[in-house]
């Protein structure tokens, strides 16, 4: 699934923003959520976040590799907060802690903030694209 080019400029804008969540699940059902604060896409079905302080979310995708990614894009209009667009990205992961990728992030993340880890970093195929801003399209598939 080609993932569209508006769709990767609403979460590299999100990301500056840290309007990013990552869900996961256990084998279980139990629910996991946290915020994203690195990540990009390696192409046009495929993006690598990065793990630095994954405890819950490791075990559940080690588990139970189906995550969804939500994120959204807002501006402040007349003291609110006005969402533009959101997305959620619905897929599956793997962790990798070595090769090329691995270090590509590790090397990116170094230079933004040299005291961050970086202990793997998480390819996630996206299989799945739903619109999450309110309105008439709010929960549709878009891609």
């Known amino acids: 699934m080609k993932i569209p080019e508006n769709v990767k400029s609403a979460f590299h804008s999100a990301l500056k923003s840290r309007r990013v969540a990552l869900g996961t699940a256990s ?17 046009d079905e495929t993006m690598v976040l990065v793990d630095n302080y ?7 995708l080690e588990e139970n590799p189906v995550l969804a990614l939500s994120f959204w894009v807002t501006e402040e209009r007349d003291g609110k907060a006005i969402t533009n667009e959101g997305y959620q990205l619905k897929g599956t992961a793997h962790f990798e ?6 270090e590509r992030m590790r090397t990116d993340v170094k230079a933004i903030r040299a005291d961050f880890p970086v202990r793997a970093v998480v390819i996630f195929k996206v299989t799945d ?15």
């Open 27 to 43: 084998k279980s059902g139990i629910p996991n959520a946290v915020p994203i604060g690195l990540g990009k896409f390696l192409d």
């Open 54 to 60: 994954f405890l819950k979310t490791r075990m559940n």
């Open 97 to 102: 802690d070595s090769g090329p990728t691995f």
């Open 129 to 143: 694209i739903f619109d999450v801003k309110a309105g008439l399209n709010a929960g549709k598939r878009i891609a």
